[in-house]
């Protein structure tokens, strides 16, 4: 299986996630699946039953961050010498060039992409456009709304 790209805070937030689950979320449900069988009849218990429900839900969550993260190349953009190029974690500051409008984007993996908080997918098509280029060029992306232009104002790595 090949490695999957993810920030480093992106693997902070799913690390610190993981830990929660772990400490707090797994002992909340389980003593919450024993004061339940304490109830007595576990077939029309329903309380048993939604905390099983959960317990599924918080393990099924651990396994996949657990898997995430070791399939995860962890990519620190603030040590990357890349001289000036649109690379993964790069931070982007964008003009479009039919409508003036700046925009900001940082290029982060699939599990990280907030488009509300500027995060786009490396999987996206206007990171796809933007990988490789450089200040001062303009990128074409195939949006569904048809073709947009931009151009790069600024790479940052932070």
Same mark, same amino acid.
């Given at each position: ?7 480093? #805070?992106? %693997? #902070?937030? &799913?690390?610190a *996630? &993981? ?10 449900v389980?003593?919450a699946?024993? *004061? ?5 009849d576990l077939k029309?218990n329903?309380? @048993? ?19 995430? $993260? #070791?399939?995860a +190349?962890?990519?620190d953009?603030a040590? &990357?010498? =890349?001289?000036g ?8 500051? $964008?003009?479009?060039e /039919?409508? /003036? =409008?700046?925009?900001t984007? +940082?290029?982060?993996?699939?599990d990280?992409?907030d488009?509300?908080?500027g995060?786009i #997918? !490396?999987?996206?098509? !206007? %990171?796809?456009? $933007?990988?490789?280029?450089e ?7 195939n949006?569904p709304g048809g073709?947009?232009d931009?151009? !790069?104002?600024?790479?940052? @790595?932070?």
């Open positions: 299986m090949s490695k999957t790209p993810l920030t480093v #805070s992106g %693997a #902070s937030k &799913l690390k *996630e &993981l830990q929660r689950l772990k400490t707090e979320e797994r002992p909340r389980i003593a699946i024993a *004061e339940a069988r304490e109830h007595g029309e329903a309380e @048993y039953h939604a905390a099983r429900e959960e317990q599924g839900f918080i393990e099924g969550r651990i396994k996949e961050i657990e898997s995430k $993260l #070791s399939n +190349q962890i990519i953009v040590n &990357l010498n =890349a001289g190029k649109v690379v993964f974690g790069a931070t982007v500051d $964008l003009t479009d /039919g409508s /003036g =409008a700046e925009v984007y +940082q290029i982060v993996g699939d990280e992409a488009i509300k908080q995060m #997918s !490396i999987n996206s098509p !206007i %990171a796809r456009a $933007l990988i490789g280029k200040e001062g060029d303009v990128v074409t992306v949006a073709d947009k931009y151009e !790069i104002v600024k790479v940052r @790595y932070i």
